[in-house]
């Protein structure tokens, strides 16, 4: 039942987050050895816990569609027994 | 039961549309950020701060991609709700996709009545009777080519029919002693055109009960 959509969205959700945790040090707006800037901070925390969610979510969903084709595949079993 | 008192098949719901619900409020978020952190420009009349820059970008990549992935979660979940049977469609969505159905039906019979008769509307008589003539016609010039001359003997067609002979299959399967039926003479041109004078005038009888 889980569309391809919703698990793309979950895969970009956890690049996103990827994407902020690398920004400062891409973007050369927290220089190497020096202190951390609130920005940097914010964007490194903000992408961490996007990334995590992102990655659990995506994990979750592929975990569900699985056991849904599990059960499909237990439910076709049982009735071509039960035709046999 | 699943984890956390979630219910095992609703468990990637939950986490689905609980991680686009929060990758919504980072994007706010993170557009509120550089305003609240002071750090949006370095000084004044200076240009903007490249994390400001690289935060709204982010911020509006983020936005859009979790609300269309809720979306997409949303539909999912519904469509599973509606597929185990719990979530049932309104009355009304209900009578609008009857509506679509029987439209699609009334659709489907016009366009095969249109296969089978290109010309819709009752048959002209007219037309009708041209093309039994042209029918006709043939049939009678092959009579015409079969009738025996005037010096040759026609058949008579009041003798009885002849017995066929021992071991022979009857042609037709009739009772004993059934009198034979006279086959048409050939060349019956008069009968013929008797016959399409007697159609020509049902046809138009009809006509004119129609119109009645």
Redesign the interface.
Same mark, same amino acid.
């Given at each position: 039942m889980v569309n391809r959509g919703a698990l793309a969205g979950m895969a970009a959700i956890f690049a996103v987050g990827a994407w902020l945790v690398a920004a400062p040090f891409v973007l050369r707006y927290q220089p190497a050895g020096a202190r951390w800037t609130g920005a940097s901070r914010l964007d490194v925390a903000v992408g961490a816990a996007l990334a995590v969610a992102g990655a659990a979510a995506f994990l979750v969903a592929v975990a569900g569609r699985i056991g849904e084709l599990y059960a499909q595949a237990g439910a076709g079993a049982e009735a071509s027994a039960a035709a046999e | 039961m699943g984890v956390g008192g979630i219910p095992?098949?609703v468990?990637?719901?939950v986490?689905?549309l609980?991680?686009?619900t929060?990758?919504l409020c980072?994007a706010g978020?993170?557009a509120l *950020?550089?305003v609240a952190?002071a750090?949006r420009a370095a000084g004044a009349g200076r240009p903007l701060?490249?994390?400001?820059l690289?935060?709204w970008g982010?911020a509006a *990549?983020?936005g859009a991609?979790?609300l269309?992935?809720?979306l997409?979660?949303i539909?999912?979940w519904r469509?599973?709700l509606r *597929?185990d049977g719990i979530l049932t469609p309104s009355a009304r969505r209900r009578a609008w996709r009857e509506a679509r159905t029987q439209r699609r039906r009334e659709r489907d019979e016009v366009r095969a009545a249109a296969v089978t008769e290109p010309a819709a509307g009752p048959p002209d008589p007219a037309r009708v009777l041209n093309e039994l003539r042209a029918l006709l016609v043939p049939l009678l010039d092959e009579a015409e080519a079969v009738r025996p001359g005037p010096d040759q003997e026609e058949p008579a067609h009041d003798e009885p029919a002849r017995e066929p002979a021992a071991g022979a299959e009857p042609a037709r399967c009739e009772p004993a002693g059934t009198p034979s039926v006279p086959m048409p003479r050939p060349g019956g041109l008069a009968a013929m055109e008797s016959m399409l004078a007697g159609a020509e005038l049902l046809m138009v009888a009809c006509g004119e009960e129609e119109a009645w």
């Open positions: - | 095992g098949p468990r990637q719901y986490a689905g609980g991680v686009a929060l990758g980072a978020g993170l *950020a550089p952190s750090y701060h490249r994390a400001a690289a935060d982010t *990549a983020l991609v979790s269309a992935t809720l997409a979660w539909v999912a469509r599973r *597929a």
